[in-house]
Structures are given as structure tokens and as C-alpha cells.
């Protein structure tokens, strides 16, 4: 076999990279969305970047690109515990150039890229045939597979319920007030997160303060990701859109892409408990939505754990799939120290 390079993607790439998109998702069991296309490609990695890419090129000896023959296709994520991770979304390798360690060197490419971003993290989601990807995320504890070890579910709600369930939820709720975070906001949406993770029972979680929160949010270069607040108007006494009061609720939520679109990735949506059962959840959740179509998404991606019963019982009561019970689907992750290791046997 001549030798192989791997090396970033670069604007010049799109149309190679979408051609192995579409080679593999027989492999991956997926379909390339027709959204996906050279222009959204280039947008959505070079212009506005929601994605990253490498490439596995096949050389001669004079260094010339006979053939790419694999990519690896990743995407930021966020943990409001702990700052910046990463997410591999695809890897492929062409049959003709198995076992040959490329699949291992385009992975350590995504992951030694995530250190050098600062990454706390690097996730992936496998679905349970594909053994062999598991095998190796589980090889000498690399990873773990979280949605055992924790119970993290996957769901997935696809455009045409997305768009149904906006158009059934009440934007307008008596004294409570939908917005964008602004910078002061973040010191009450830190005290809402910690209140997640108590619930969740991980009060240890949260390590993060409220000015990085910030910083992330609203850094006009390369914000990692929105956030909206649910804000109790009727505790400010002034209606107006300056004015401060309680805030209620909040969600995270981040852009990202894979072969079946672009999509909207809910980190965290939070509501306090005496503020429940009057729609400000599902306004929350219907602004993630509505900002990922105006961004092109055709789906809503987010997790809940096993144990939360009324809350899966309402994401399905919506149209929303349980890819971890209806696909198998697994994630695994990789720890900064792990990632660390990883890196340095190559």
C-alpha cells in the first residue's frame, strides 16, 4: 500500500469530502440529508464553523494525492459543568484501506485538535452493531460508555415534528419573559445549573463559574454556544425589556452537523420547580428549535437519563426517538487524561 497522509480539511476540500460522506453512510447506516451539499459544507466549516474535518489521502512518492481514502468528521459541544469538549461524529475508512491503523490516526488527529482547543473532553456516539468501533473506544479504558455507566439516553426530534411542536406551544406566558442571555445573567444561570446537577444527583458536577459561562456565550469571535433565560417579570415591577427579574429557567444549545443535516444539539433546558407546568419548558425548548431552522437544522438533538420517566415520557408524547432504545444508539467518552495518553502513543 503507497502511503497514507492526514491532514485538516481545507476549504478546497468540500467537494471530495462530500463524496465520502455519501461512500460511507451505507456503512454508518445513515443517509446523507439532500441539505447537505458542497455550499453548506464550505459554510458551515470555513465561513461560520459548526464542523471539522480531516482528511486520509492515499500519495505517491513525489507527494501527489492519488486518492483519499477516509475522513473523520467532528463538532464542538459544550458541558456547562466544565467548558469546551468535542464530539467525533464519522469515521470511515474505504474497505480497500482497512487495517492499516488509519481509522487510529484520523481519530488521534480529532483528538490531539481537541487538546489544542483546550477540550475537557471528546464524545462519540456508536450504534451497538458496529463492534469494532466499540472495541476500540473501550480498548485499555480509553473511553467509557456512559449511557451504561450512567444511563444517558439519546433522542431526536426530526423538522417535521420540530416545526408542529413550535407551532403548539404558547410563546406568551403571563409575567414570564423569554430572552437571550445577557452577561449579568450569568451569575443566576451558574445557581441554575447547579440546581440541574442536584437534581440530576451530581451536585460535584459543576466546576465552571459564571464568567467563563459568559465569556463562551457571548464572545463576538466564536461564541460556543446560546443561551436563553426564563425571566419572572412580575419580581422586577416594570415590564419593559431592560428591567432584571428572577430568572426561572434557561437552555443551552449548540449548531452542529453530521451526513443527516445540520442540527441543534440542547446541552442543558431547566426550569426551577415552582415554576413547572406552565409552559415555560416548552417555550425554552421551542426557541432552541425555532433558532436551529432559522439556521437550517432538520432535527433537535439532546439527552436525558434513564431514571427522568415523565421527562422521556414527554419527549415521545412529541415525536421525539429514543435512539438508545430504537437504534442502540451508545455514547462513549474520553477523558482530558485519556485523550492526553491517546495522543502521545502515535
Not at 61 to 78: F, I, P, Q, R
Not at 145 to 165: A, P
Not at 257 to 276: F, I
Amino acid at each position: 500500500m503507497a502511503e497514507v497522509r492526514v491532514r485538516k480539511a481545507e476549504r478546497g476540500d468540500v467537494g471530495r469530502l462530500l463524496t465520502l460522506m455519501q461512500e460511507s453512510a451505507p456503512a454508518l447506516h445513515e443517509e446523507v440529508h439532500p441539505s447537505i451539499t458542497e455550499q453548506v459544507l464550505e459554510t458551515s466549516s470555513w465561513d461560520r464553523p459548526v464542523f471539522q474535518a480531516f482528511l486520509a489521502e492515499e500519495v505517491d512518492k513525489s507527494g501527489s494525492v492519488m486518492d483519499t481514502v477516509g475522513y473523520a468528521l467532528s463538532h464542538n459541544l459544550y458541558s456547562t459543568w466544565e467548558g469546551i469538549s468535542s464530539a467525533l461524529r464519522h469515521i470511515y475508512v474505504a474497505p480497500t484501506h482497512r487495517r492499516h491503523g488509519i481509522a487510529s490516526r484520523l481519530w488521534r488527529a480529532v483528538v490531539k485538535e481537541s487538546l489544542e482547543k483546550d477540550c475537557i473532553r471528546c464524545d462519540c456516539y456508536i450504534p451497538k452493531h458496529n463492534t469494532d468501533a466499540i472495541a476500540f473506544c473501550l480498548k485499555d479504558g480509553r473511553m467509557m460508555d456512559i449511557t451504561q455507566k450512567e444511563g444517558w439516553h439519546l433522542f431526536r426530534m426530526e423538522e417535521g415534528k420540530m416545526k408542529t411542536f413550535i407551532q403548539s406551544v404558547k410563546h406568551d406566558i403571563s409575567g414570564v419573559r423569554i430572552r437571550p442571555a445577557r452577561q449579568e445573567d450569568f451569575t443566576a444561570v451558574r445557581k441554575l445549573i447547579q440546581d440541574l446537577a442536584d437534581y440530576e444527583e451530581m451536585p460535584e458536577g459543576p466546576i465552571i463559574d459564571a464568567k467563563k459561562l459568559a465569556y463562551h456565550a457571548l464572545d463576538q469571535d466564536s461564541p460556543l454556544f446560546e443561551c436563553w433565560v426564563a425571566e419572572d417579570i412580575d419580581k422586577c415591577g416594570n415590564n419593559d425589556n431592560t428591567s432584571s427579574g428572577t430568572l426561572v429557567g434557561y437552555t443551552i444549545f449548540i449548531p452542529i452537523l453530521s451526513c443527516e443535516g445540520r442540527a441543534v444539539y440542547m446541552e442543558d433546558l431547566y426550569v426551577s420547580p415552582s415554576q413547572r407546568n406552565c409552559g415555560i419548558g416548552q417555550a425554552l425548548w421551542a426557541t432552541a428549535m425555532q433558532t436551529g431552522l432559522r439556521e437550517g437544522a432538520v432535527r433537535c438533538e439532546w439527552e436525558a437519563l434513564d431514571f427522568n420517566h415523565s421527562g422521556i415520557r414527554f419527549y415521545k408524547s412529541k415525536g421525539s426517538i429514543n435512539m438508545t432504545e430504537e437504534r442502540g444508539i451508545h455514547h462513549f467518552r474520553m477523558l482530558h487524561d485519556q485523550m492526553r495518553k491517546f495522543v502521545e502513543k502515535s
